[in-house]
């Protein structure tokens, strides 16, 4: 019984990480139906500020002009939010309720350092990226290169 199993001295639980990808095939119509409500569009990063990607890909995020709900994570279902997947170093893939201005935009340093300090603490346990380093945003809102100590202590 796992009641006196898990008192032992040196007694582990480990799930199959598997089960996470099970998880996230029941849940894909419900979520694809939302997802095809999207209005896409392609943020293009510069070349000399490369995206990250983690092992937690997707990201939702509050839109710029939106006022969060105090304590409220953003969702795939909210006209308020914005859900996007890096797909390359230089592209990022935006779902918006709104039709975007531009099918396809080039990103300012700012506007892709702010998405790889989402993407990063959005992470489960890894993030992937070229190189030595990314460039993110400090807690003041300045590029910095990166990761940072700040950012690793903010991703827990």
């Known amino acids: 019984e796992i009641t006196e199993f898990l008192p032992q001295p040196g007694a ?3 799930f199959d990480r598997t089960t996470l990808v099970y998880d996230a095939l029941d849940t894909a119509p419900t979520i694809g139906k939302e997802l095809a409500k999207r209005k896409w569009s392609l943020g293009i990063a510069p070349a000399d500020i490369p995206l990250v990607t983690s092992d937690n890909p997707v990201v939702s995020m509050w839109a710029l002009d939106s006022t969060p709900p105090p304590n409220w994570s953003p ?26 201005k531009e099918a396809e935009f080039e990103m300012s340093v700012e506007h892709s350092a702010h998405l790889n300090t989402v993407i990063a603490l959005h992470a489960d346990e890894r993030v992937f990226f070229r190189g030595e380093g990314f460039r993110h945003l400090s807690k003041a809102a300045t590029v910095v290169d990166g990761p940072t100590d700040e950012l690793r202590i903010a991703a827990g």
């Open 12 to 14: 582990r639980v480990e």
């Open 75 to 100: 969702g795939f279902g909210r006209v308020d939010t914005l859900v996007g997947i890096a797909l390359g170093p230089r592209h990022f893939l935006f779902g918006s309720a709104h039709s975007p």
